[in-house]
T-cell receptor, first 114, second 116 residues
Framework: DSGVTQTPKHLITATGQRVTLRCSPRSGDLSVYWYQQSLDQGLQFLIQYYNGEERAKGNILERFSAQQFPDLHSELNLSSLELGDSALYFC?????????????FGPGTRLTVL | AQTVTQSQPEMSVQEAETVTLSCTYDTSENNYYLFWYKQPPSRQMILVIRQEAYKQQNATENRFSVNFQKAAKSFSLKISDSQLGDTAMYFCAFMTSNSGNTPLVFGKGTRLSVIA
């Protein structure tokens, strides 16, 4: 158990719909990252938040957005869903900088768009 | 932009034998970190081993060790005494050194099967 929690574990929805994925980082971790794992694209970085502020952006579509709340949990919002958005979405968290750079991954949310 | 390449999509090894997974990367940075993550059928991402680029000594964690060749930009993972529980996808990942809070860049992965 990494200490990172993600809900829900599974999500099945239809094209055109909107969903919200939730992530709670490890206690004390200020950085939250979102990654997408799909069959054809592998593991791709989407977006990072650090203590409530957007820190880095990767290959995140305009239909997707995220935020980090004052209690440090984060939500990833996916809208106008397409079949190609079906994937495993991981959240990871890491402690404040320094020499220890491990990212701790949550169990993921499997999204299926029908 | 950094890229990570894993040239072996699939590998298999007999139980108790040794196997080496390859990884190469491309970067213009001098300071960075490299990781191997394991993803078993449960889909959980588990850190196996990490290497700081400024360290010449290769990292070792029990049966797992790396061969880090900075000039060649190569970072291979050696698994000794392979066990059935080592069956998983293995991802090589790169992180720039920026106070440790930067995203990971992953390779496409190598699917390892350990055969009894």
């Amino acid at each position: 158990d990494s200490g990172v929690t993600q809900t829900p574990k599974h999500l099945i929805t239809a094209t055109g719909q909107r969903v919200t994925l939730r992530c709670s980082p490890r206690s004390g971790d200020l950085s939250v990252y979102w990654y997408q794992q799909s069959l054809d694209q592998g593991l791709q970085f989407l977006i990072q938040y650090y203590n409530g502020e957007e820190r880095a952006k990767g290959n995140i579509l305009e239909r997707f957005s995220a935020q980090q709340f004052p209690d440090l949990h984060s939500e990833l919002n996916l809208s106008s869903l397409e079949l190609g958005d079906s994937a495993l979405y991981f959240c990871a968290s890491s402690p404040l900088g320094g020499t220890y750079n491990e990212q701790f991954f949550g169990p993921g949310t499997r999204l299926t768009v029908l | 932009a950094q890229t990570v390449t894993q040239s072996q999509p699939e590998m298999s090894v007999q139980e108790a034998e040794t196997v080496t997974l390859s990884c190469t990367y491309d970067t213009s940075e001098n300071n960075y970190y490299l990781f191997w993550y394991k993803q078993p059928p449960s889909r959980q991402m588990i850190l196996v081993i990490r290497q700081e680029a400024y360290k010449q000594q290769n990292a070792t964690e029990n049966r797992f060790s790396v061969n880090f060749q900075k000039a060649a930009k190569s970072f291979s993972l050696k698994i000794s005494d392979s066990q059935l529980g080592d069956t998983a996808m293995y991802f090589c990942a790169f992180m720039t050194s920026n106070s440790g809070n930067t995203p990971l860049v992953f390779g496409k992965g190598t699917r390892l099967s350990v055969i009894a």
